[in-house]
Nanobody
Framework: EVQLVESGGGLVQAGGSLRLSCAAS????????IGWFRQAPGKEREGVSC????????HYAESVKGRFTISSDNAKNTVYLQMNSLKPEDTAVYYC?????????WGQGTQVTVSS
């Protein structure tokens, strides 16, 4: 059973930084995409960033380019999201997502709140 456990959320002032972690376990896929989505109150869930296991390529939503950095530690099966220059509009629940063989797996989410 695939398990994704997020950590690192919290309350931060605008301009501050946070680092989210997602520890993945229970899978043997060699080819997958893992990353982060977020959902703000009253809004749809949106993709933030992802990284491919195949070639390490990364993708970012336009709204976070230049501020967020995704990385992975394959030895620890952990993916990170370094979030800098945070804005109040980054406030959301952040979910770790793993996509493999046309299936989505989700973590429980971690709250990020950015105060102005």
């Amino acid at each position: 059973e695939v398990q994704l456990v997020e950590s690192g959320g919290g309350l931060v002032q605008a301009g501050g930084s946070l680092r989210l972690s997602c520890a993945a376990s229970g899978f043997t896929f060699d080819d997958y995409v893992i990353g982060w989505f977020r959902q703000a109150p009253g809004k749809e869930r949106e993709g933030v960033s992802c990284i491919s296991s195949e070639d390490g390529s990364t993708h970012y939503a336009e709204s976070v380019k230049g501020r967020f950095t995704i990385s992975s530690d394959n030895a620890k099966n952990t993916v990170y999201l370094q979030m800098n220059s945070l804005k109040p509009e980054d406030t959301a629940v952040y979910y770790c997502n793993l996509f493999a063989f046309l299936q989505n797996y989700w973590g429980q989410g971690t709250q990020v709140t950015v105060s102005s």
